[in-house]
């Protein structure tokens, strides 16, 4: 499995092309918009799009997916269930934000422990609430490489402000399915440039170390005068 990353839309939303090279076959992760450009770097490679991977369904990521699938004839999988409503109001959505979005159904909603598979390869799928509630994440244990979405980036954590969001879930995810991985895992962000989970442990002023044992003493804190 090889890979490539396209920012699109005006969000610069992190679009994920990935490969098999023995077959060539491709899965696009989050095709949110300008879907030229994805369609040009598949024709650049000579690859052919089997798949559509949605991470969850914020129309910048999910918005492009429905019009991708039938100018390529991929087949659409992901987000989880949780994230339907979502995805039946990204077109209003959309339109609100500036960008052109379509409302779809997946050919498959996937749950925690469920593989994807294109060509010769198989992705793991990771449901990672918190960011919203549908939200998963796709690992290739080959390459130790992750794809996130807007749950963890470099530096910073996903928004869990808006309706759908939950801080302690977000936290929850982050430390026990993403982080659980292992240190040497790779993973490309919904927004902005690349890191690893071990990175993000040792600096990661949300979710590293020192600010989880901080947050764990307020939980802890919390807990007791309640009591
Ligand atoms: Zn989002
Ligand atoms: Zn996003």
């Not at 679009?15 to 491709?26: G, P």
């Not at 000579?46 to 087949?75: C, I, K, M, Y």
């Not at 890191?195 to 590293?208: A, I, L, M, Q, T």
Request: glycine share 12%; aromatic share 10%; net charge negative.
């Amino acid at each position: 499995m090889d890979f490539a990353v396209l920012p699109v839309t005006r969000y610069k939303m992190n679009c994920s092309i990935l490969w098999c090279e023995q077959t060539l076959r491709a899965a696009v992760i989050d095709p949110g918009g300008d879907l030229d450009e994805i369609l040009n770097f598949c024709e650049l490679m000579d690859l052919t799009p089997e798949l559509a991977l949605v991470t969850h369904g914020h129309f910048d990521h999910a918005g492009g997916a429905a019009r991708f699938a039938a100018q390529t004839g991929a087949r659409i999988e992901g987000p989880h269930r949780g994230d339907a409503h979502l995805l039946a109001r990204l077109g209003d959505l959309g339109a609100q934000y500036g960008v052109p979005a379509q409302s779809f159904t997946p050919a498959r909603w996937l749950d925690h422990g469920d593989s994807v598979h294109f060509g010769d390869v198989t992705l793991s799928v990771l449901h990672c609430p918190g960011h919203c509630r549908g939200h998963v994440a796709y690992f290739h244990e080959g390459r130790r490489q992750a794809f996130v979405g807007d749950i963890l980036f470099r530096g910073t954590i996903g928004a869990w402000e808006h309706a759908d969001g939950d801080l302690a879930t977000l936290i929850d995810t982050i430390r026990n399915r993403l982080f659980a991985l292992g240190d040497d895992v790779a993973f490309v962000p919904g927004h902005g440039p690349e890191s690893r989970f071990g990175e993000e442990r040792r600096s990661n002023p949300f979710v590293g170390d020192a600010a989880y044992a901080r947050w764990q003493a307020r939980l802890a804190l919390q807990t007791g005068s309640s009591a």
